[in-house]
């Protein structure tokens, strides 16, 4: 059974850092290219960044360029998502997945709320 848990989620202030984790099980990490994705109440999931499967390339909406850094770690079997310079309308639920979106069902997710 796949399984994807995402922590690192909470309440920060505009212009603030969150680090995200994704802990990942269930099948070879190492060979899986991974994303994360967001959702804000009323709004379509949407690709927040991606990563190759040995880290070696990197892609990120427009939104988050600049601020967003993902990164994995293939020994943990975890995928990161260093969040900078916080904006309200970063607030969403944040999720891990493949590429493609749905490749493994989807997780919990973890709540990021920026507000002052």
């Known amino acids: 059974q796949v399984q994807l848990v995402e922590s690192g989620g909470g309440l920060v202030q505009p212009g603030g850092s969150l680090r995200l984790s994704c802990a990942a099980s269930?099948?070879?990490?190492?060979?899986?290219?991974m994303s994360w994705y967001r959702q804000a109440p009323g709004n379509e999931r949407e690709l927040v960044a991606a990563?190759?499967?040995?880290?070696?390339?990197?892609n990120y909406a427009d939104s988050v360029k600049g601020r967003f850094t993902i990164s994995r770690d293939n020994a943990k079997n975890t995928v990161y998502l260093q969040m900078n310079s916080l904006k309200p309308e970063d607030t969403a639920v944040y999720y891990c997945?493949?590429?493609?979106?749905?490749?493994?069902?989807w997780g919990q997710g973890t709540q990021v709320t920026v507000s002052s």
């Open positions: 269930g099948f070879i990490f190492s060979n899986y290219g």
């Open positions: 997945n493949g590429p493609p979106r749905g490749l493994f069902d």
């Open positions: 990563i190759t499967s040995a880290g070696g390339n990197t």
